[in-house]
């Protein structure tokens, strides 16, 4: 993300937020003569779009920490958790410390890890 379009989406979600600051005052036949939709469903979509500009400009400002965070969800889909398993305190046993992984599992996980990198280029 360049510099301008960083400094436009930090604009945008401070709009965005002040908005939603707006919505939140007015009464419900107020916002649906506005909006033509319910308070409830523009506060709804106002928090989407603020989500996704902090998601933008985390994901600018911080680009190692965006890209770990998408190597650990694509862990957590294609391999068992801990948490899933049990730890020590639930097996009593540390025979199963090191988990199998099937092959298949294995390169689902590192074609996704690829085709993430790739296109976060």
């Known amino acids: 993300m360049t510099k301008k379009k960083l400094n436009e989406s930090k604009e945008m979600l401070k709009i965005m937020r002040d908005s939603k600051a707006s919505v ?65 305190e639930m097996r009593h046993s540390d025979r199963e410390d090191f988990i199998e992984v099937s092959v298949g599992g294995l390169e689902a996980a590192l074609e996704e890890a690829y085709e993430a990198g790739r296109k976060a280029k």
């Open 24 to 88: 939140e005052q007015m009464r419900e036949e107020d916002c649906f003569a506005c909006f033509g939709i319910s308070k409830a469903q523009v506060l709804k979509n106002t928090s989407a779009a603020i989500s996704k500009y902090e998601h933008e400009i985390q994901k600018a400002e911080n680009p190692q920490e965006s890209r770990s965070r998408k190597i650990y969800e694509i862990a957590a889909k294609h391999m068992i958790s801990v948490e899933e398993r049990g730890g020590l």
